[in-house]
């Protein structure tokens, strides 16, 4: 089982783009990218006030709440959409603006992004035990856990703590009981 491992405790802290707050990068790939030239970054946020989301051009994004009782998030001047804990994952175009109105305290999100034209990407949220594996052989698969798993592959098997996160290139089966995983796929546009 080809796996590399990304605990939380290495994650990288930066602030954000527009300077409102921080960022932690769980993984961005070209490996040294900066938030101006990456083509796929996994990423968490606390969001602890209002105010407009950091606009990349280019970039395509999907956002999932991890903690706290949502946003509210309005893109130009469409009606609000109301994101929390159980909506399903959001994507849409992170070069569009948007503003974000906190429902009741600060939040922690999940921000994976990709260059449109470079990358393309899914996020899903699974709960219990699951199988996961490549679709196809360029394709990057994560697992995100959100507490404490267990991955097994070819009877070897590697735990995950809440927030580490690990990239596979075989099939394993996920036990998670209870606990939420995000499931997070890259892959390269020809």
Request: aromatic share 4%.
């Given at each position: 089982?080809?796996?590399?491992?990304?605990?939380?405790?290495?994650?990288?802290?930066?602030?954000?783009?527009?300077?409102?707050?921080?960022?932690?990068?769980?993984?961005?790939?070209?490996?040294?990218?900066?938030?101006d030239d990456f083509d796929s970054r996994?990423?968490?946020?606390?969001v602890a006030s209002d105010g407009p989301f950091s606009i990349f051009p280019g970039i395509d994004r999907t956002?999932?709440?991890?903690?706290?009782?949502?946003m509210s998030l309005t893109f130009d001047s469409q009606e609000p959409l109301l994101l929390n804990r159980s909506s399903p994952p959001l994507a849409f175009a992170a070069d569009?603006?948007?503003?974000?109105?906190?429902?009741?305290?600060?939040?922690?999100?999940?921000?994976?992004?990709t260059r449109r034209g470079r990358y393309r990407h899914s996020v899903e949220r699974v709960t219990g035990r699951f199988s996961v594996s490549k679709q196809a052989e360029s394709e990057a698969v994560f697992v995100l856990a959100?507490?404490?798993?267990?991955?097994?592959?070819?009877?070897?098997?590697?735990?995950?703590?809440?927030?580490?996160?690990?990239?596979?290139?075989?099939?394993?089966?996920v036990r998670a009981d209870e606990i939420t995983c995000y499931i997070i796929r890259l892959t390269p546009q020809d």
């Open positions: 089982m080809a796996m590399t491992l990304y605990r939380a405790s290495e994650h990288k802290r930066m602030p954000w783009k527009n300077g409102g707050g921080e960022t932690v990068e769980i993984a961005v790939f070209p490996p040294d990218a900066s938030v996994i990423s968490m946020a606390t956002l999932s709440i991890l903690d706290g009782n949502g569009v603006p948007v503003a974000a109105r906190l429902v009741d305290g600060p939040i922690t999100d999940l921000n994976v992004m959100m507490g404490d798993v267990s991955l097994t592959s070819d009877h070897k098997s590697v735990d995950l703590k809440a927030l580490d996160a690990m990239s596979i290139d075989a099939a394993v089966t």
